[in-house]
Structure formats: C-alpha cells, structure tokens
C-alpha cells in the first residue's frame, strides 16, 4: 500500500546561515587551539584521551553523558569517579543489582537514568557480546535513553566517528556565529542546527572538535554574559558584527568578501539583500531586533506555552502518636503512584468561599466530620513549580484524637496508610510533599522558638463556629455519656 505523504516545503536558508570551506577550515583551526589551550581537565576525557580499549572509552563516555544530562559538571565529577572506581568496566556494572546502582547514584536526581545505564550495560553483555555498537544510529537504537545528541557525543568522543552533536550549548554558539533567529525548537531551525554540526565536525578530532564547541558555549558564549572581547571566533560571528553599533553593512561586506560569495566591492545598495533572503525562514525579523540586548538577541526561544496557575488545600492529619495521614495517587498520569498528603483542589470557587469548600470536601471525600474539619489550623502558602503548572498549596494542620475519626480513602487513590515522618521520607513521594512536611515542621519549630503571648495562639480557620478545642472536646464527651 502507498501512503500519502504530506508535502512540506522546505525551509528557505539564506546563505548568511552557512558556513563556507574557508570558513569552516578557518573555525576548525580557531576552535582547536583554544580548546588546547584552554579546556578542563575532566576525568572521562582523561579515560577517552588515553584509553586504549574502544569499549571502555564508550563506556566512559556513556556513563558521563547520562549524568551530565542534568546535572552540572562540577556535580558530576565524583559521582563518576566513585561510579568507575566501583564499576570498571560495563560487565562490571551489568552484575551490579539496581539498588547498589541507585545508591551510587543517590543525590544526583532522576533516577531513571541510572537505571537505564543498568539495563543498558546488561544489554551490552547479553545481546552484543560486550562490544558496544560503532556508531552513532546503532548506539540510538541498541542503548535505551541514548538519544541523537548521547549517540553522537559517544561515536565521536570515545570511538572517533566524524559526526557532529546538538545541545543547547551548541545551539546557543551557532545561532550567534550564524545570526539564526528563527526559534530555536522549530524542526526547520534544529534540522538546520544539525546539519551545521556535522558539516563544522573536523574529521581528524571528531570528539575534541565537538567538546570544544560545548567548551566554548559552557565558558565563553555563555547565556548571560557572552565574553565576545575574548572568543577566538569573533571574527566569524554574525552576531557580534550586528552588535556592533554602525558596524552592520561594513561587517557583513566584510563577511561576504572572506567567503568569496561577493566581489571585492560590495556594492553598499545591495548590502540588505545580499545580508539575506526576505522570504528566509531563520532570520530574526527586523522588529525583533533589540539592540540593547547585543548578541543575546540569539538564540530564539518560541513562546513558551504559558504555564497553568493551580491551587489546593492540602490537610496533614495527625494522630497524637505523630502518625500523619497519606494516600497513594492513581497509577497512571501525574506522580503516578507517589504517596502525598490529602489534598483538596480549588478551583473555580471564589476566594472566599475556599475554607468552606475545604470543610465540606473533607468530610465528603475523607469522612471527616464537619466538627473536626473546623479544627485545621493554617500553615502556610507553599509554591511548587511543575514543567508546565504554578501549583499554590494552602497548607492546613489537622489533629485528631487516637481513634477517631476514622478517616476514608477516596476511591480515586490506590489506597491510604498513616504513616511517621521517617516512614513517609522513605517512601515514594514527591519534592513538593516534601516541601510542605518542611514548611509544616519550620512553623512549628518557630511556633516552638517563640514564647506564646496571651491571646495570640494559633487559631482554627474557622474559629467563630468553633469556639475553642477544648471546648469542642468538652461537648463531644457530654454527647457520649
Ligand atoms: S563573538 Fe561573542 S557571541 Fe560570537 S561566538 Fe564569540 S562569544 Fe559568542
Ligand atoms: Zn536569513
């Protein structure tokens, strides 16, 4: 059967996007030498440099790559020198089990990477007969979280393929070298980021070529504070040239005339259109042009989806024995299977109708009488940022005698457990629940700092219905006689 294939027209790319020969022997000459001169010493380029068998540079590589995937350098260093002390080599690591993996990976976060290396090193062991696949595409397919950027960055470092690597680094430095203004995350722009990677990629140093360019974007052509006056590649940077007050038509002659793309007097009228195409797809329109912004007007991130504002109560219920009160969330969808405390989403209510939503949905979800619910005391706002939520936590304490209420759990939860505050933190939980056991514990250690004034008491949220605790318990023990 013959599919129907979409036809897409390709991205229009004027030539100020490019590199030429000249300029790219040019680039590969600059880069070099100032990676030499300059570089860090980093222990998995030291075993990369050095090493003589092609799988343990690969497996070198691999390691650093999974834990500098988020995790900053200085972070990574000893965490891979104590990885490779324990585990040498991949057979070594394919034997280790996974929680003597998670423990060496303790503190580094995302723990999925780790267990990846694992199942990756068994991989390598079982089905590849110890070697690790030679280039880049095999390395994507065969090693589970290698993705094209890790591909590239083990077959060029560690096993010397010429092929070239992407990362916000990278993108960061091309996008100014090459004036690319169009977002950076449009297919077009990270095709086009590719293929300038793998045209720059010096055949004789593949990996040195590559860490020089991430160098360069991790120490020079930072983010925030690009040190242009100290770059060797200034004089090929499109974005310095525009930077440069009044520097814009002779810069870009100047350029045209390097590249041999025009003859040796640019004729001044044609300057604009020869600086680009009008219908070129990654430019940086006119009118977006900040010039108190300088180079830093690359790279282009799209618009961002703007993130969701949410708030919730959130109740710890708490037994005299200090036992607090969980739920287990559902086993799909956000923090699946994560433990947290009982939460109440507030939606459309009014402001001022949240308290008396907060009481009605504890005693209707969780079976917490009205009487009680009154009781909560208010900690604290607590602010936790999700990738794409603003999520409010109102914070409310809530004690309760040995026995009752008996609290129920929601039918929307696996299940429901009261737990110490040691057996929570050991349990699966989220950073946020954590912060707010923090918020919850440093209000009471200041509550407890702080000698009570008379009448200054914390006070339930609800205080005109009910007048005082003990006053509440006073009258539920007279109902039962
Ligand atoms: S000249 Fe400035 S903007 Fe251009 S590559 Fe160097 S540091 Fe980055
Ligand atoms: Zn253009």
């Known amino acids: 059967m013959v599919k129907a294939s979409k036809s897409v027209s390709p991205a229009v790319i004027g030539l100020l996007h490019k590199f030429s020969e000249p300029e790219v022997s040019l680039l590969r000459e600059k880069l070099l030498s100032h990676y030499d001169a300059n570089h860090r010493i980093l222990p998995w380029r030291s075993i990369a440099a050095t090493e003589d068998d092609r799988n343990k540079r690969a497996y070198a590589v691999w390691v650093s790559e999974m834990m500098l995937q988020q995790t900053q350098v200085a972070t990574v260093i000893s965490y891979f020198e104590k990885w490779i002390s324990k585990w040498p080599t991949v057979a070594d690591l394919s034997k280790a089990t996974l929680e003597e993996v998670n423990q060496v990976w303790a503190g580094l976060g995302y723990y999925s990477r780790a267990r990846r290396l694992h199942e990756g090193a068994v991989k390598v062991m079982d089905d590849l007969d110890g070697e690790f696949p030679s280039d880049r595409d095999s390395l994507v397919e065969q090693l589970p979280g290698v993705g094209r950027y890790t591909g590239s960055a083990i077959a060029s470092i560690a ?231 603003r999520q409010t936590y109102k914070v409310y304490k809530l004690s309760l005698d040995d026995k009752k209420p008996e609290v129920i759990c929601p039918s929307k939860y696996q299940g429901s457990q009261w737990m110490t505050r040691e057996e929570f933190m050991s349990s699966a939980t989220s950073t946020a629940m954590k912060k707010i056991l923090k918020a919850v514990e440093s209000s009471e250690q200041k509550a407890k700092d702080k000698k009570p004034k008379r009448g200054k008491e914390e006070k339930p949220v609800d205080a005109k219905k009910q007048k005082t605790i003990s006053q509440f318990f006073n009258a539920s023990a007279k109902k039962q006689k």
């Not at 259109?273 to 006119?286: A, M, Q, S, Y």
Request: net charge negative; glycine share 6%.
């Open 159 to 389: 096993l010397g393929s010429c092929v070239g690597v992407v990362d916000g680094n990278v993108n960061r430095v091309m996008a100014r070298l090459r004036g690319i203004g169009a977002d950076i995350s449009a297919q077009a722009t990270v095709d086009h980021m590719w293929s300038l990677a793998d045209q720059l990629v010096d055949p004789e140093r593949p990996g040195d070529f590559n860490q020089a360019v991430m160098e360069l974007g991790a120490t020079v052509c930072t983010p925030k504070t690009p040190s242009c006056s100290t770059c060797p590649l200034q004089s090929l940077c499109v974005a310095y040239r525009r930077s440069q007050d009044g520097q814009q038509k002779t810069s870009i002659s100047s350029h045209f005339k390097m590249v041999g793309k025009s003859k040796d007097k640019v004729d001044e009228s044609l300057v604009k259109d020869i600086e680009c195409l009008p219908e070129c797809d990654l430019c940086l329109r006119k009118e977006d042009w900040d010039s108190s912004l300088g180079v830093q007007n690359y790279p282009r991130k799209g618009q961002k989806t703007q993130s969701r504002q949410e708030t919730s109560a959130v109740v710890i219920l708490q037994r005299p024995n200090g036992q607090m009160y969980f739920v287990q969330r559902p086993k799909t969808g956000l923090l699946a299977n994560l433990w947290e405390f009982p939460s109440i989403a507030l939606t459309s209510e009014e402001e001022s109708q949240w308290e008396e939503s907060i009481t009605q949905q504890l005693q209707e979800d969780f079976a917490v009488p009205q009487s009680y619910a009154c009781l909560r005391i208010f900690v604290s706002d607590v602010l936790h940022i999700f990738s794409h939520i």
